[in-house]
C-alpha cells in the first residue's frame, strides 16, 4: 500500500467539464509534486509546491490549476481539458529539510477525456 | 530533449539470467534515484544513490552511481518473474525540487 492516496483512481470526462484530482499524505513531507505520465513513457513533472507555496511550474497548460490547501494536501483542478490530455496523473511527496530526499508516489489517476 | 537515456529500452529474459541496466547522461546529478512501477501503479522507490563511485546492494539487485554522477547502472542477478516491471532512474539537480526521469526500461521475466 501507497502511503500517497490519490482519488479517484480513474476519471471519465467530457472536454467542458470540470473536475478536480485529489492527493493526501501524512509522512509529514512538505514538498509534494504533480506529474503526468502517457503510455510507455516516463513521468513528466508538471508542477512542485515546496511549504504550500507554488515553487515550479513546467509551462503547464493554464486548463490545469494546482492547488496546495494545508501540508498535507493536494489538488489539480481540470477544465476545459483536450482529448491529448488523457494520461495517469501521478502526485508525489518528499521531505525537504535536505536535498536528495527520495520521493513518494500515489498509485495515479487515470483520466480519459471524451 | 531526454537528459537520461536508459539501455536497453526493452528486454525480455528467462528466469534465472543476469541483466544490466544503464543510465546515462550528460548532465552532473547531486542524486540519482532507481524506481520500479508496475503496471496500475506509481513508482516505488528501490534505491537512492548520492556519492559519486557508490555502490548499494538490495537482495539480488545491485547499482552502481558513475564516478562523475552523470551515469548510473542497475544489474539483476538471477532475475525472477517477480523483477517484471517498468524501470525508471530519475536524476535530481543541485539546488532544484526537479526529478528528471529517465526513458525507462521495460523488463520482463519469464518462469
Known amino acids: 500500500d501507497t502511503e500517497v492516496t490519490q482519488t479517484p483512481k480513474h476519471l471519465v470526462m467530457g472536454m467542458t467539464n470540470k473536475k478536480s484530482l485529489k492527493c493526501e499524505q501524512h509522512m509529514g513531507h512538505r514538498a509534494m509534486y504533480w506529474y503526468k505520465q502517457k503510455a510507455k513513457k516516463p513521468p513528466e513533472l508538471m508542477f512542485v509546491?515546496?511549504?504550500?507555496?507554488?515553487?515550479i511550474n513546467e509551462s503547464v497548460p493554464s486548463r490545469f490549476s494546482p492547488e496546495c490547501p494545508n501540508s498535507s494536501l493536494l489538488n489539480l483542478h481540470l477544465h476545459a481539458l483536450q482529448p491529448e490530455d488523457s494520461a495517469l496523473y501521478l502526485c508525489?511527496?518528499?521531505?525537504?529539510?535536505?536535498?536528495?530526499?527520495?520521493?513518494?508516489f500515489g498509485d495515479g489517476t487515470r483520466l480519459s477525456i471524451l | 530533449t531526454q537528459l537520461l537515456e536508459q539501455s536497453p529500452q526493452f528486454l525480455s529474459i528467462q528466469e534465472g539470467e543476469n541483466l544490466t541496466v544503464y543510465c546515462n547522461s550528460s548532465s552532473v546529478f547531486s542524486s540519482l534515484q532507481w524506481y520500479r512501477q508496475e503496471p496500475g501503479e506509481g513508482p516505488v522507490l528501490l534505491v537512492t544513490?548520492?556519492?559519486?563511485?557508490e555502490v548499494k546492494k538490495l537482495k539480488r539487485l545491485t547499482f552502481q552511481f558513475g564516478d562523475a554522477r552523470k551515469d548510473s547502472s542497475l544489474h539483476i542477478t538471477a532475475a525472477q518473474p517477480g523483477d517484471t516491471g517498468l524501470y525508471l532512474c530519475?536524476?535530481?539537480?543541485?539546488?532544484?525540487?526537479?526529478?528528471?526521469f529517465g526513458t525507462g526500461t521495460r523488463l520482463q521475466v519469464f518462469p
Open positions: 508525489a511527496s518528499s521531505h525537504r529539510d535536505s536535498s536528495n530526499q527520495p520521493q513518494h
Open positions: 544513490v548520492v556519492t559519486g563511485g
Open positions: 530519475a536524476g535530481e539537480f543541485y539546488n532544484t525540487d526537479k526529478l528528471i
Open positions: 509546491y515546496s511549504y504550500e507555496k507554488l515553487s
